[in-house]
């Protein structure tokens, strides 16, 4: 008794969604982290009063993205995976039968 398509990839498919969702708010949430960060580092160096700290915002964001850009990137990789597992397999033709 062969179990129906629809229920066949069930696992596959909630799986595929929890990769997307937790990927999602890794990504985002490093990613603003990243953003957030780097921002107020620029706008402290716009300050009238700061001499000198081009230095300190360059390391201070190149710190960020080497510290919290490898998180980002995975989780985009887990949503791209999990996009992967979420479609529907394709159908694989048999081979033809050529030596005959």
Excluded at 21 to 40: F, S
Excluded at 80 to 97: D, K, S
Aim: hydrophobic share 55%; aromatic share 6%; with cysteine.
């Amino acid at each position: 008794m062969s179990v129906p398509d629809t229920q066949s990839h069930v696992g596959r498919r909630i799986a595929g969604a929890c990769l997307i969702a937790v990927g999602a708010l890794v990504a985002v949430v490093c990613g603003l982290t990243i953003l957030i960060v780097c921002g107020a580092a620029v706008m402290t160096g716009l300050d009238n009063h700061a001499q000198g700290t081009l230095a300190l915002v360059l390391i201070t964001m190149a710190f960020m993205f080497a510290v919290f850009g490898v998180p980002t990137t995975i989780g985009v990789v887990m949503v791209v995976f999990g996009w992967r597992m979420l479609r529907r397999p394709r159908v694989i033709a048999p081979p033809e039968n050529t030596f005959v």
